[in-house]
């Protein structure tokens, strides 16, 4: 280190890209508080927890779809950031290799569709449950059927213990969420 | 053709596949038996022709030596083990000595199949016979022409297990599963000799091929000039070769017949005729007599170890003599008679004159599978019976029968100019010129045992065929024997010692054999009379340098002994020549003066009397050897085995310690499962353990090891 | 060297890579069953036989030339150890494809992903074997071990082969943890004034041979590399997971996870221990304490379990305490010893592969419909009412035990003399010991077979005896028998340390 003042330069653009993004998400919090109308029901007003109720058992059960969608988004996602080293080495190379460059990229982002077609195949994407239901081979009922019960365990494990719902709970579906919220709530006085 | 020596080899492999499985594949038993009957003579014959083919081609090479594939594609580098500096070949030697064998095996053997396409022809269980059989002439095969020592054990224990396969063939009678039995207990031992001696050559010479292309062979590095070297180019001392030679002698002992280990050939003559023919008296009883020649380059320089060779040798050939003097079985008179004939042969090894030896292996060959062959024709004739006391008057007969035994008999003997006369000529001069001296005493006993053999071979001519019958106008006399007893009840499984006839003929009518049994016999009989006087006269000394390239020459170890220059043998070789004349005619002559007064009983003693000689006694009952290894080996081996070995030692011991540990091992199991909780937490906390342990470890190995010199930079090739 | 040259030298794992999203992105988008049965299913097969194809030649090549390239600067490295790794992980993956259809139509499992998963973890082992460079080794690793979680809860409706996957992917990502730590250190650690560190095994080796007292970070680097790399080989006390998981996942899976998994980490092993050869002073004594924890460990656990996958789980531990045992002979500085060592490794691994591969499929081969088969009781009489099942598994059982004429009895020959020549004497005797212990529990199950009377004398129809598993339970045997036999057959796998890069 030298102690030049080139060098201190250097991180100037990383502390306006500091100031830059403190700014716009200051923006669009205190944008949104400004500009959004507020007309507060009772659902609105509990606390958003990604789509999840709130309030009740941990132990409820909850479509598996959401996450498989956030899964997939995030491999999606992480796997764009390797465009970015492979960015600026490319800027750096001749001509002859940025061929081969461009060409191996194309193969990763091909790989990358495999996956997509992928889970586009198996409708890993479709929200309705019962349209992918029918899409499905005829062997899928069987598979999701529910099977017997098996002896289970290790030396020392017990089984996987499931808690059972209150019965005056309704089943996930049957009545409204805000109903079944209610009655989650109820028990809990 | 030379590329296709593998065919020899695997021609006898396939037949023995084929009969494996030929009951899968035929429903009708009697069409089975008829096809394999045309298979299995057919393999070894092809197998023989393959031979002949590849014959002059070895010897048209430079060196009379090649090494072929036995894995037909594969190199004669095709490693079977490849262990670091351990690597055994699949690969065949073709030499003089390995061929020779080889058409003795597949020539004889070829007769002898055809023979027992007869011979066999009513047995139920023929098939499996031809399997056994096919598959010893391949594991003969291999023997013989195995490049390397543990091919040549594969072999050796192959025939082996075929021998007791085949003389417990007919294994629903007791006996007979125990001669199969004492053969295969007996060959253990001899077999433990050869392994260790293997095992010696390896350590020594570092390898287990007899010959290599670079000359790092056993037998290269044997015949170095001025002695053998071991691995490393260092003179290997004498000692090291006498015990190398002492333990591979071990298996010869065991293979061969030979005191001690002798005692099985005589009762392994339980099988069928012509495995007794094939296996106990042409061909595999001679493979120790092969194995010593094949390692005639260690042999010699090991004087010790050719001593014993030559006095085990002398030793058993007085002794099978002696014994066969008094036996009234037809087949153990001959199998008496091989042992001492092996005797002969490895007598002819130990004084250093292995050619002679193979001679005689060869000739032997010839002259007593056509005995055995004929011993065959006249128990088949005679409905199974073996006891000479019970035959007689069976020259008008059984005319051509007779004629075929008798050409054997004069030519075990050592006729004048018969085959068995000069090759045993050849021994019993060898032995007088021992480089070892006491040359005129082994030549003295020598002798005295031909003048013995000539004597009992023409005692068994006289007993079966010359003195009057001792049964009644061309029907068997009926009797006591055991052996008639059993079939009549069983009518599949009623095979005694020679029975096997007994239930194909309706009447007892005495009758002379079937072509497919007498051709053999003619032709073997050609080649008793005349292959001694073509090889050894006519063509003056073809044999001798025929084989001179496979075995060690003389000057590696007479020059150490004698002095060449001005030695002149002790006795010329016509008088030599006429010794052996006076003395084989003597010993026939002897036993027809004797066998001529007694035309009534076909005895010279009288039963009573018998009981009475203990010189008979001791002779008939096999110079009480049998008697020796039971009180030696079972009796005090079984005290051991019971009292000491396994109440002591495996009760109390062994099973203690046994029982100890598997408790102590159950006791550490259950304590560890508990580890085993099933919770991720708990697995992680012992992972995590480990981890803390490991890193300690290195850390404390870190600072106990001293700081490592900094060692000299490779160069960059070394390394990448 | 070019790109082509670069990619030609992995190209049997660039095959099975290829095949395995091909076979993905087929079964995803075909709809029919019954057609993606016979098309993932065969095209897998097919993919596999291509690559060992591939392999096969490349090896040929190789043992010709004699001549190691490097590849990916230095990171890949393609000798004759690393092909004769890609084939024996094709070999098993093969006999894994094999194995599974009518196994996994049985449990209802019959999903594409299983053949491509297979083919990707195979892809990753087969990484490992060639990897030259700590890094690409660790990538390697987390290919392998990723498709083997989904692997081992391919039955997803079980709560068992879910709690496997579960267990296994906890405990490996705690394992994973270790070893990039361990790369980390070891990259730190192998810096000296002049130099960065470096994470390239070859480097690394040079690193070692001209400076002579490794430093303390670089101690700690090695001991957590082989933390990371012992969890995969399930070498006590990292083997926690192993009977949990080889229980809970379904048995074609086990199979090719018993043996994939462990020739992958000890390729693996080998190449890390090669390249610190040099300090063997220094990590030989852990490793031969693991090597003995490992052999004591498996088969003293093993003689108590009454679960026939649990007992060759234990069994497998302790087969990969032998393995231990070769790496060990491996890295002294006795060239003789340490060819020898590798060549016997290779062979064990091959012998340990087709016999594992064996025993789970004559499982595989008794399960029902439905339900695999469980208990050693399971097995009684077997001889009486499935013959072939049972002398099948009497051969693979007495292989694993090591007894003649079998291949298990020829690779523990081998290791034992490499062992020898490397002048660890007691650690043989150690060997020796231990799998006296084992053959206990291996004819425990041939005498349930053979010499107890079967509950129900009839003969049993199998609902799995289809013809991929008993072709795969035929070709083990012959493999079994045929080499133990004629070893010098596979002699090509005994040369295979002759070109191997690092000279200790």
Redesign the interface.
């Given at each position: 280190m030298s102690g030049n003042h080139g060098d201190i330069l250097a991180y100037v653009p990383l502390l306006v890209l500091i100031g830059v993004s403190t700014a716009i998400a200051l923006a669009m919090v205190v944008g949104s508080f400004l500009l959004g109308p507020k007309k507060p029901t009772a659902y609105k007003a509990t606390a958003y927890e990604c789509g999840m109720t709130p309030i009740g058992s941990a132990r409820e059960r909850f479509p598996v779809k959401f996450y498989l969608i956030a899964m997939l988004f995030i491999v999606f996602d992480i796997e764009t950031i390797f465009l970015y080293p492979w960015a600026v080495t490319y800027r750096a190379q001749g001509y002859d290799l940025k061929i081969?460059y461009f060409a191996e990229m194309l193969v990763f982002v091909a790989?990358l569709f495999?996956g997509y077609?992928?889970?586009?195949?198996?409708r890993a994407l479709d929200w309705d449950e019962s349209e992918r239901a029918v899409?499905r081979?005829?062997?899928s009922p069987?598979?999701?059927a529910?099977?017997p019960p098996?002896r289970?365990g290790?030396e020392k494990?017990g089984?996987?213990r499931r808690l059972p719902e209150p019965a005056h709970v309704p089943a996930y579906g049957a009545v409204s969420q805000e109903e079944r919220i209610a009655a989650l709530t109820s028990r809990r006085e | 053709m030379l590329q296709n020596a593998w065919l020899i080899v695997w021609l006898p492999l396939l037949g023995f596949f084929f009969h494996a499985i030929s009951g899968l594949i035929f429903k009708d038993r009697a069409a089975q038996k008829r096809v394999v009957a045309y298979i299995a003579p057919g393999v070894v014959l092809a197998a023989f022709l393959v031979t002949c083919a590849v014959l002059p081609e070895v010897m048209a090479l430079p060196a009379h030596r090649a090494t072929v594939p036995l894995i037909p594609g594969l190199g004669t580098d095709?490693?079977?083990?490849?262990?670091?500096?351990f690597?055994?070949?699949?690969a065949l030697l073709l030499d003089p000595l390995s061929l020779l064998m080889a058409l003795i095996v597949t020539g004889v053997g070829g007769l002898i199949h055809v023979y027992a396409t007869g011979y066999m022809a009513e047995d139920p269980e023929q098939p499996r016979f031809f399997t056994y059989f096919n598959l010893f002439i391949f594991m003969m095969l291999l023997l013989v022409m195995a490049e390397n020592f543990l091919l040549m054990f594969v072999g050796w224990e192959g025939v082996g297990t075929c021998s007791y396969l085949l003389i417990s063939f007919w294994y629903t009678q007791v006996e007979n599963a125990k001669a199969g039995n004492k053969a295969f207990i007996v060959n253990r031992v001899g077999d433990l000799g050869f392994a260790l001696g293997m095992m010696a050559v390896w350590s020594v010479f570092g390898t287990l091929s007899f010959f290599t292309t670079d000359g790092r062979g056993v037998l290269d590095l044997a015949a170095v000039e001025g002695g053998a070297r071991d691995v490393l180019g260092n003179p290997v001392s004498a000692g090291t070769l006498t015990l190398i030679c002492m333990l591979l002698f071990v298996g010869a002992m065991g293979k061969s017949a030979q005191i001690p280990l002798w005692v099985w050939l005589p009762d392994a003559m339980a099988g069928p005729t012509p495995v007794s023919a094939l296996i106990h008296a042409a061909t595999m009883v001679t493979a120790g007599v092969v194995m010593v020649t094949r390692c005639s380059w260690l042999f010699v320089q090991a004087p010790d170890a050719m001593q014993l060779v030559g006095w085990i040798g002398i030793a058993t050939a007085f002794m099978g003599a002696t014994i066969g003097l008094v036996q009234n079985d037809i087949k153990r008179v001959l199998a008496f008679s091989t042992v001492s004939q092996l005797g002969y042969m490895f007598l002819a090894c130990g004084v250093g004159n292995f050619t002679a030896g193979m001679f005689h292996v060869t000739t032997h060959a010839f002259f007593k599978a056509l005995l055995f062959l004929g011993s065959g024709a006249v128990i088949h004739s005679m409905l199974g019976e073996q006891d000479m006391r019970r035959m007689g008057g069976l020259r008008k007969l059984i005319p051509r029968t007779w004629l075929m035994m008798f050409i054997g008999t004069y030519a075990i003997a050592g006729f004048p100019l018969l085959s068995g006369f000069w090759s045993k000529d050849e021994i019993l001069e060898a032995a007088l010129e021992s480089p070892w001296g006491s040359g005129p005493l082994l030549y003295g006993i020598g002798l005295l045992t031909a003048f013995m053999t000539a004597f009992y071979m023409n005692r068994l001519m006289w007993k079966t065929f010359y003195t009057e019958p001792r049964f009644v106008d061309g029907q068997l006399v009926p009797h006591h024997h055991s052996n008639f007893d059993a079939h009549d009840g069983h009518e599949e499984h009623a095979h005694a010692g020679g029975d096997e006839h007994g239930h194909a003929h309706g009447s007892g009518k005495v009758h002379e054999s079937p072509p497919s049994m007498m051709v053999p016999l003619y032709v073997l009989a050609v080649l008793s009379v005349g292959f001694g006087i073509v090889m050894a006269h006519f063509t003056g000394g073809r044999f001798e340098h025929f084989l001179e390239p496979s075995v060690a020459p003389k000057s590696l170890y007479v020059s150490a002994l004698r002095h060449e220059e001005g030695h002149a043998p002790l006795i010329p070789p016509v008088v030599g020549f006429v010794i052996s004349s006076v003395v084989g005619i003597a010993g026939l002559s002897l036993a027809a003066l004797l066998y001529r007064q007694k035309m009534q009983t076909g005895a010279l003693l009288p039963e009573a009397e018998k009981a009475r000689n203990p010189v008979y006694q001791f002779l008939y009952n096999k110079w009480w050897w049998d008697a020796l290894y039971e009180r030696i080996f079972l009796q005090t081996g079984g005290w051991l085995a019971d009292r000491v070995l396994w109440r002591l030692v495996d009760a109390g011991i062994v099973d203690g310690i046994v029982n100890g540990v598997?408790g102590a091992?159950?006791l550490?199991?259950?304590i560890?499962?508990r580890?085993?909780t099933?919770y991720?937490r708990?697995?992680?906390l012992?992972?995590l353990?480990?981890?803390v342990?490991?890193?300690g470890?290195?850390?404390y190995?870190?600072s106990k090891?001293p700081?490592?010199?900094?060692?000299e930079?490779?160069s960059a090739a070394?390394?990448? | 060297m070019n790109?082509a040259a670069n990619l030609m030298s992995i190209m049997p794992v660039l095959i099975v890579l290829a095949t395995g999203?091909i076979v993905?992105?087929g079964?995803?988008?075909s709809?029919?069953?019954r057609a993606?049965r016979w098309y993932t299913w065969g095209f897998s097969l097919f993919g596999v036989l291509m690559a060992l194809v591939q392999a096969g030649n490349q090896l040929q090549t190789q043992m010709a030339t004699t001549f190691?390239e490097?590849a990916f600067a230095?990171s890949i490295?393609t000798d004759s150890f690393t092909l004769t790794c890609y084939v024996i992980l094709l070999i098993t993956a093969l006999l894994a494809i094999l194995l599974a259809m009518t196994y996994l139509e049985n449990r209802?499992?019959?999903l594409g992903e299983y053949y491509a998963l297979v083919l990707f973890s195979t892809a990753g082992g087969m990484l490992m074997a060639c990897s030259n460079d700590l890094i690409v080794l660790f990538v390697s690793v987390e290919i392998l071990s990723v498709a083997l979680y989904v692997l081992s809860g391919f039955a997803r409706?079980?709560?068992?082969s879910e709690?496997a996957a579960?267990?296994y992917f906890?405990?490996g990502a705690?394992?994973s943890g270790?070893l990039l730590y361990g790369i980390a250190l070891v990259y730190g650690g192998s810096a000296t004034a002049n130099h960065a560190g470096t994470t390239n095994l070859?480097d690394l080796?040079?690193y070692l041979?001209?400076?002579?007292?490794?430093s303390?970070l670089l101690?700690?680097g090695?001991?957590?590399l082989?933390?990371g790399l012992?969890?995969k080989a399930a070498l006590v006390?990292?083997h926690?997971?192993t009977?949990?998981v080889y229980?809970g996942a379904p048995t074609s899976v086990t199979a090719y996870m018993a043996a994939g998994a462990k020739i992958g980490a000890f390729a693996a092993l080998m190449r890390v221990c090669s390249a610190l050869a040099?300090?063997g002073?220094?990590?030989l004594?852990?490793v031969q304490?693991?090597a003995v924890l490992t052999m004591f460990?498996g088969n003293?656990?093993a003689?108590?379990q009454d679960n026939v996958k649990r007992m060759l789980a234990y069994s497998s531990i302790a087969h990969a305490g032998y393995l231990l045992v070769a790496v060990s002979a491996a890295s002294v500085r006795n060239e003789?010893a340490h060819?020898?060592a590798m060549?016997a490794m290779a062979f064990y691994l091959m012998a340990y592969a087709v016999m594992t591969m064996g025993a789970f499929g004559v499982l595989i081969y008794l399960s029902r419909k439905g339900r695999d088969l469980q208990t050693i009781e399971d097995l009684r009489g077997l001889a009486r009412t499935d013959t072939f099942a049972a002398y099948a598994m009497l051969v693979f059982m007495l292989s694993l035990g090591g007894i003649p004429p079998t291949m298990g009895f020829m690779g523990k020959w081998?290791i034992f003399?490499?062992t020898l020549?490397a002048g660890q004497v007691w650690l043989a005797i150690v060997m020796a010991l231990a799998s006296i212990?084992s053959i206990?529990y291996y004819l425990k199950i041939v005498w349930m077979m053979c010499f107890q009377e079967p509950e129900r004398p009839e003969v049993v129809e199998h609902a799995v005896a289809s013809g991929g598993v008993r072709a795969t339970i035929v070709l083990s045997l012959a493999t079994m028998l045929v080499f133990g036999i004629?070893?010098?057959?596979l002699?090509i796998l005994?040369?295979a340390a002759e070109t191997t890069?690092?000279?200790p």
């Open positions: 081969f790989i495999v077609f992928y889970i586009l195949g198996r899409a081979d005829p062997i069987e598979i999701l529910p099977r098996i289970f290790n494990s089984p996987v | 095709a490693p079977w083990i490849k262990m670091g500096g690597q055994v070949n699949f598997a091992v159950g550490m199991a259950r560890f499962r580890v085993q099933g991720v708990n697995y992680a012992v992972m353990l480990g981890v342990i490991l890193v470890g290195l850390l190995q870190w090891e700081p490592l010199p900094v060692r930079r490779p070394g390394v990448q | 790109y999203m993905l992105l079964d995803a988008c709809a029919q069953w993606r190691s490097t230095g490295v209802n499992l019959n409706t079980e709560e068992k709690e579960l267990k906890l405990l705690f394992a270790f070859a080796n040079l041979i001209n400076d002579g007292r490794p303390v101690m700690c090695i001991a957590l082989f933390v012992a969890f006390p990292f926690m997971w009977p949990d229980e040099p300090i002073e220094y990590w004594p852990a304490t693991l460990g003293i656990l003689v108590v003789q060819n020898a060549g081998f003399s490499a020549q212990i206990y004629l070893p010098g057959a002699g005994l040369n890069v690092f000279r």
